[in-house]
C-alpha cells in the first residue's frame, strides 16, 4: 500500500513563500497521479493542482496559478509544492494524495492520503 508522508507547513506572513514536500513509498507509482489538495475550516477539501508521474502533465486550480508550483522528482519518489506570493486565503490544511491513471480535481476520487500539514499565512 502508497504511504505518503508531508512536511514544510507552518506560520509565514503574507507575501512570502513555502515549499511542501511529499514523500511516496511502498508501491509503483509509474501510473499514479499525485494531487494537492487543501481544507480550510468549515469548508470542503478543494483541489490545489495535481501532477502526473508518467506523463509529466501538471493542472493547477484558477486561484493559485501562477503563483504555486508543483515538481516531481522520480528518482526519489518525491513531489514538491512551492507557494509563492501567500495569501491569507491560502491558509488551511494541505494535502497529498495519489490515484491510478491522470489527475483528477475530485478529491473523492484519490486512494492514499497523507496526514496533511497546516500552513497559516498571517496578514
Known amino acids: 500500500q502508497v504511504q505518503l508522508v508531508e512536511s514544510g507547513g507552518g506560520l509565514v506572513q503574507a507575501g512570502g513563500s513555502l515549499r511542501l514536500s511529499c514523500a511516496a513509498s511502498?508501491?509503483?507509482?509509474?501510473?499514479?497521479?499525485m494531487g494537492w489538495f487543501r481544507q480550510a475550516p468549515g469548508k470542503e477539501r478543494e483541489i490545489v493542482g495535481g501532477?502526473?508521474?508518467?506523463?509529466?502533465?501538471?493542472y493547477y486550480e484558477d486561484s493559485v496559478k501562477g503563483r504555486f508550483t508543483i515538481t516531481r522528482d522520480n528518482l526519489k519518489n518525491t513531489v514538491h509544492l512551492q507557494m509563492n506570493s501567500l495569501k491569507s486565503e491560502d491558509t488551511a490544511v494541505y494535502y497529498c494524495a495519489a490515484r491510478p491513471g491522470n489527475i483528477n480535481v475530485n478529491p473523492r476520487t484519490y486512494d492514499y492520503w497523507g496526514q496533511g500539514t497546516q500552513v497559516t499565512v498571517s496578514s
Open positions: 511502498g508501491g509503483t507509482f509509474s501510473n499514479y497521479a
Open positions: 501532477i502526473s508521474w508518467s506523463g509529466g502533465a501538471t
